[in-house]
């Protein structure tokens, strides 16, 4: 599975200036809009903060991963954020978050949802990967992270 077959270089943030929870997650299905004027940002940005009551997508090490599903989709959508400053997304490990993997997903691919979800945490979870993703210069160096990996 390759990641740039449901994300693109327009759906990466290099430098996030969100500061909190809510915000960052506007931020970052923004560009899905902008790229797919019929999509619907503001049901994305409910549906995203329906998911987040139910528990925190920080998973830890300055990660997060936002996610959930909405119908009218008819392919999995991923954004790829980064905040240089981090943002208190109410992580599992109490510490700000730097790297933003949101995956939005039709409600009739939870197999497919579950693997991305499953690639993407893969990947996060090698410290080398999110030092290359943090360290990237601009949005082509993120991009070049991105798609480098497997």
């Known amino acids: 599975m ?15 200036r969100a500061a909190c ?12 809009g902008r790229v797919f004027p019929d999509f619907d940002v503001k049901k994305a940005h409910s549906v995203l903060m329906d998911r987040e009551s139910l528990g925190t997508t920080g998973i830890g090490d300055g990660v ?4 959930g599903k909405m119908s009218g989709l008819s392919h999995i959508l991923i954004v ?13 490990d109490f510490r700000p978050c730097h790297i933003f ?3 939005i997903a ?35 160096g993120v991009w070049r992270v991105l798609t480098d990996a497997a």
């Open 101 to 103: 993997f949101l995956v």
């Open 64 to 67: 997060a991963i936002p996610h």
């Open 80 to 92: 790829a954020g980064r905040s240089l400053g981090g943002v208190d997304f109410e992580s599992l």
């Open 2 to 16: 390759k990641l740039e077959e449901y994300l693109r270089p327009e759906f990466v943030l290099d430098d996030l």
């Open 106 to 140: 039709p409600e009739h691919v939870a197999g497919m949802h579950l693997r991305i979800l499953a690639h993407i945490s893969r990947l996060l979870a090698d410290e080398g990967f999110r030092n290359a993703f943090l360290r990237a210069e601009g949005r082509e």
């Open 21 to 32: 929870k809510s915000d960052v997650l506007a931020e970052l299905v923004a560009p899905i």
